[in-house]
């Protein structure tokens, strides 16, 4: 199209062609809250832009020198020298991307090396791997449960929990959070042969929460036809002593059929993928359609992760100390008077919990404007409504970094009276 012949541009204001109905009007409640927020002059929590990444705890954001404290980067792989060199080398000798499906030209030798770092990582048979995490879940969840077959899920699940179920059409069963006995109860009304796949997270990542594994597999295993599948994305590289995630941590490895994860966390780049010891696991390559329609991950990608992936099965330094910096904020968090997802430390996720939009805008900026970076969450993204800061740390903090997240902590939390 040329500019001649381009649409020319609407320059009305959204409070304009508000009265026009048309397939946006359904949007019009969260466009004015939006603007009615940016009015009074705050930042928008959503429209951040890191200017430089100095490192996997520090940025420059709007020329201010920033501690990260919202990037889930919990092992700080993104600057590993050896994962960073792979990369390279990787982009220099394949080229910048793929331009196809796994299932065509898209398989390169790197996918299989970071297929095979997955299943020496997890010990599983078959390891497949995904453009995104969210396409691990959205292709496994949709292949595996169809019409008929149900999904039985934590009620906080993933978006992408929730998407791999429609996607798929089966039906959906939701249990109270976190909670054996709903689990229990609303198995046991679903038809006996009827085929299940009951999906759980390891760590739940708008509170920080873990799941109770072992009471959960106990409970489905009272029900016949059931398979589980553990979402590990806030577990991997950091519960376990090998790295693989609660479901390692607790001891339930032989009891769960699939597991799901990320890169774009511990290992720091993107895709996503899930391992599984099931014979028949490697059809799925055929029939599941968000790995066989869209390219597959460019080469510089799979070479960093199945870098990463292959150090973090050596990483129990930084796990302790990743340990370590989420119990000491927690503990720093928690006396200053701040209400907090969980009592006690449960994850590197620290959820603090504010009384409503307004507070937890005006806290998210003081402690950007003091140098300090965390996620804003807001419904319906969270938990029964909850405006939340969520803070994750990674394992390269220093002690240092602690001390001054909380000291901003508390001079923020002053300055808006979110504290006494
Ligand atoms: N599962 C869970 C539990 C997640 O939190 C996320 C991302 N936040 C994903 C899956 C999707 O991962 P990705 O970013 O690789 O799409």
Redesign the pocket.
Known sequence: MTEATATAPDTRKPAEISNARDLFSKFDALIAEREALLATGVRDPFAIVMDQVLSPTRAIIKGKETILLGTYNYMGMTFDPDVVAAGKKALDEFGAGTTGSRVLNGTYQGHKEVEDALKDFYGTSSAMVFS???QA?LGIISTLAGKGDFVVLDADS?A?IYDGCFLGDADIVRFRHNSVEDLDKRLGRLPADALKLVVL?GVY?MLGDVAPLPDMVAAVRRHPNCMILV?E??GMGFFGAKGRGVYEEQGVEKDVDFVVG?F?KSVGT?G?FCVSNHPKFEVLRLVCRPYVFTASLPPSVVATAATSIRKLMHAADKRAHLWKNSQRLHKGLTDLGFKLGTETPQSAIIAVILNDQAQAVAMWQALLELGLYVNMARPPATPAGTFLLRCSLCADHSDDQVEQIIAIFATAGKATGAIG
């Open positions: 995104t995490g969210y879940n993933h992408s997270e990542s979402d994305a806030h990320t774009s993107v996503g």
